[in-house]
């Protein structure tokens, strides 16, 4: 069997809300809580498993996810109608830009715990085209 990532915990100041927002924006489904956990199953069975803790024991991470040329549109456009603030690279230098980085687009957010979310179209590495 080879080695696959099946799922991470992903710390929240709210579970349940920090679940529905990246399923909002990823157009994902929300699972049924398991004890501490509220579950987003991603397309490749990985499960982000959001756990409400101290916010003050938040350490920000980073996530990203690839997605087809179509489903760049449609969370890009969820992203916009929520007027959420997004940049073109992690380090926030570029606000109100998508990049075109590897021959795709792609763009950064951050969730309601401040964790920065990525969404890409080509993973890095790509050949450009």
């Known amino acids: 069997m080879s080695v696959e990532l099946n799922h991470t915990i992903v710390s929240a100041r709210d579970n349940r809300a920090s679940a529905e927002f990246l399923a909002h924006i990823l157009d994902l489904r929300v699972g049924p809580e ?3 956990f509220v579950p987003v199953e991603t397309g490749n069975g990985v499960t982000l498993d959001y756990a409400t ?4 024991r938040i350490t920000t991470q980073h996530y990203a996810f690839l997605v087809s040329e179509e489903e760049f549109d449609a969370s890009f456009a969820r992203i916009e109608e929520a007027g959420l603030a997004y940049w073109a690279d992690p380090r926030q230098e ?4 998508i990049n075109h980085h590897h021959g795709g687009r792609g763009v950064y957010f951050l969730d309601p715990a401040g964790h920065a979310m990525e969404i890409l179209t080509q ?3 790509s050949p450009t085209t």
């Open 94 to 97: 570029r606000p109100g830009e």
């Open 123 to 125: 993973p890095y590495g």
């Open 53 to 56: 803790v101290d916010p003050e």
């Open 34 to 36: 398991a004890g501490f």
